[in-house]
């Protein structure tokens, strides 16, 4: 059975790098302070042939995110939908990302993310499990809540969702689609769906509460894009929203050569125990009550925290009877609501 991959050292390094500390062996910075760029390692996109089934080619596409990168993380508010709202300053920032594989069953493929710096510190980063023609998943509501939801059937066929995890495994933003392979290039889109703010939004304002999303990922010869059509909304205390600002978010991650991300596999070695045990946390969630509401408010990483020490406490002792002290994080942290009472 394939294993999680995962990372947990310090939420210092939560922040997606925009500098990286060490020497580099290759270029060196240049003069506006960016790190330097790696060799970019080019593999052909298969796409679909005419006689191969579409769930093969969709298959490939997911496998083909799997790797060694170079990310760069762009953020722009574009349209102003509020009167007297004003643009914020465009976000940038980048980082170096191994991915790994989690599991894969043929219907579901479980992808990890793990930053890495130039200095050997590595840092569990966000999960991305795809599952085929899911019929019912967890969606994000606003609030620290997620509840299942039941799909149309008629939607549900040669449907992939993705669903997207934080680092400390609790669930994040989810959606379905279809992967579309015209022209020898494979790319997702995915419906309209709820997230809540990103740490990059909310360490810095609070002015609004939600994000109504549609994302794209594109596999590519240098690697993979992850594109986001994002509207910033305002939930008033009545319930209703109000549209603030639509975004656009463009996520490259690079393929590249010549970076040292031994560490990242090192330390999955030493952890994937653990973090398979909580995955196992979450599932039994969902699976007895079908709806979490996280007990910490939006910008709390209170809860991050305290799942990331006990896994840096495993690492460095391997007999630690852990799970008592996750039942007692969850119990702290997990405020579980309305019993399933028929599925």
Request: aromatic residues 12%; neutral net charge.
């Amino acid at each position: 059975m394939k294993r999680s991959l995962v990372i947990a050292t310090s939420l210092l390094m939560l922040p997606l790098l925009t500098a990286c500390a060490g020497k580099s062996h290759l270029t060196k910075p240049d003069a506006s302070g960016n790190p330097p760029v790696y060799p970019t390692v080019e593999r052909p996109v298969a796409g679909c042939a005419a006689d191969e089934r579409t769930f093969d080619c969709d298959r490939r596409a997911i496998l083909a995110m799997l790797g060694e990168y170079q990310v760069q993380f762009k953020f722009d508010e574009t349209v102003v939908l509020k009167p007297g709202y004003e643009r914020k300053e465009p976000k940038r920032s980048t980082g170096f990302e191994l991915v790994v594989l989690v599991e894969d069953t043929g219907k579901r493929i479980s992808l990890q993310h793990i930053l890495v710096t130039r200095a050997g510190a590595v840092t569990k980063h966000w999960r991305q499990d795809w599952v085929y023609e899911l019929p019912a998943y967890w969606t994000y509501t606003g609030n620290q809540r997620f509840e299942q939801r039941e799909r149309d059937a008629a939607t549900v066929p040669g449907t992939w969702t993705q669903l997207v995890y934080e680092v400390n495994d609790a669930p994040r933003y989810s959606g379905s689609g279809k992967w579309n392979h015209r022209y020898g290039v494979s790319t997702w889109t995915a419906e309209r769906s709820w997230r809540p703010l990103p740490r990059r939004e909310y360490t810095t304002r609070s002015d609004y509460q939600l994000i109504n999303a549609e994302n794209r990922h594109t596999i590519a010869p240098q690697g993979w894009t992850h594109e986001q059509d994002n509207t910033k909304v305002i939930r008033g205390e009545d319930g209703k929203d109000m549209v603030l600002v639509r975004e656009f978010g463009f996520n490259e991650y690079r393929r590249i050569d010549g970076y040292d991300f031994g560490p990242a596999l090192a330390y999955w070695k030493s952890t994937s125990d653990f973090w398979e045990a909580v995955r196992a946390r979450w599932n039994d969630e969902f699976t007895k009550y079908g709806a979490v509401t996280l007990a910490v408010p939006t910008g709390d990483e209170s809860f991050n925290k305290a799942v990331l020490e006990l896994a840096d406490a495993y690492r460095e002792d391997p007999r630690l009877k852990y799970r008592d002290k996750l039942d007692h994080i969850f119990g702290k942290f997990v405020n579980v609501t309305t019993p399933v009472t028929s599925r």
